[in-house]
């Protein structure tokens, strides 16, 4: 069973810059597309970005379009998000998730989510 791990989170000001990244924490593995969705306090996981694996399509959330860049390295099983322009709205844990089938902008569609790491931008 895969068995994710986000990290890369903190807090930053806004306008600031943050990298995440999402590994397994065993083996590496093959999969079709990986995604990532946020969780703020009070509020339903949303749905973020989504890569497709084999030819690197993307998938954003209209709210991240234009600052959130999403990429992977298939050899490492990694995904990473690039967050810039971080606005105090971004404010939320990030987790990282296995397409497994549905819709790209569905955050059900993703499964084995690891604990998240959570992002805090001040204004």
């Known amino acids: 069973q895969v068995q994710l791990v986000e990290s890369g989170g903190g807090l930053v000001q806004a306008g600031g810059s943050l990298r995440l990244s999402c590994a397994p924490s065993g083996r590496t593995f093959s999969t079709y597309a990986t995604g990532w969705s946020r969780q703020a306090p009070g509020k339903e996981r949303e749905f973020v970005t989504a890569i497709v694996w084999s030819n690197g399509t993307t998938y954003f959330a209209d709210s991240v379009k234009g600052r959130f860049t999403i990429s992977r390295d298939s050899d490492k099983s990694t995904t990473y998000l690039q967050m810039d322009s971080l606005a105090p709205e971004d404010t939320a844990v990030y987790y990282c998730?296995?397409?497994?089938?549905?819709?790209?902008?569905?955050?059900?569609?993703?499964?084995?989510w690891g604990r998240g790491t959570p992002v805090t931008v001040s204004s």
């Open positions: 998730g296995v397409f497994s089938g549905g819709g790209y902008y569905d955050a059900s569609s993703y499964s084995y």
